[in-house]
């Protein structure tokens, strides 16, 4: 499985955007790129997918890079809800049916 | 309740002890999975179920570990003669539309 890096920790500060990057360098021309976040107690939650283009949805944007070598989750305004680990996976929906998680990044929202 | 529903939320258990984990998918998912989250790791795969069928146990830490999805809704992980080191989250996910749902998970301490 192609593998991810993401920092360990960020911090953002409430109602101000986030970016939260992705490193994929050997992804494959199959692989999706997803992101889910997991809020303490609690099962991970979907946030958004992409393979080439960028991605909206009304919880956030997926910015991919041209050579798809890296990607970005942006929450256009950090609330203290978004508080979570984040998880950037990669998948290729033919090849593998599970979710291979890494260690993803802590958010942390200041008030 | 559209979501995934896990049962019970905590267990705790004597070293030796067998214990049943239960998962209710959301309705119509035929696509269930079962994962285990160490404190501070991201989940990991245990095994995959396609309606009744089990596709994929290769995550199965030991033959102590068994699943059974039989008449391909609610699942059931099975730990016998539990240890220490079955202490986790144990999660499940049903998927539709290429997203995973999942559920808040049983934590599981062995005593």
């Known amino acids: 499985d192609a593998k991810t890096t993401q920092p360990n920790s960020m911090e953002s500060n409430e109602e101000e955007p986030v970016h939260l990057p992705c490193n994929h360098s050997t992804i494959s021309g199959t692989d999706y790129i997803h992101w889910y976040r997991q809020l303490p107690s609690q099962g991970p939650e979907y946030v958004i997918h992409g393979l080439t283009s960028n991605v909206n949805n009304r919880m956030a944007s997926l910015a991919i890079a041209e050579d798809r070598k890296s990607s970005t989750l942006i929450l256009h305004r950090a609330t203290l809800r978004d508080a979570a680990v984040y998880y950037c996976i990669l998948r290729d929906p033919g090849s593998a049916r599970q979710l291979t998680f890494g260690s993803g990044t802590q958010l942390t929202v200041l008030p | 309740g559209a979501g995934v529903s896990q049962s019970p939320r905590y267990k705790v258990a004597k070293r030796g002890q067998d214990v049943a984990l239960r998962c209710d998918p959301i309705s119509g998912h035929v696509s269930l999975f079962w994962y285990q989250q160490a404190l501070g790791q991201g989940p990991e795969f245990l095994t995959y179920?396609?309606?009744?069928?089990?596709?994929?146990k290769s995550g199965l830490p030991s033959d102590r570990f068994f699943a059974e999805r039989p008449e391909g809704s609610v699942s059931t992980l099975k730990i016998q003669r539990t240890q220490q080191e079955d202490s986790a989250v144990y999660l499940c996910?049903?998927?539709?539309?290429?997203?995973?749902?999942f559920g808040a998970g049983t934590r599981l301490s062995v005593l």
């Open positions: 996910a049903s998927r539709g539309q290429n997203i995973q749902y």
């Open positions: 179920f396609q309606n009744e069928a089990q596709l994929d």
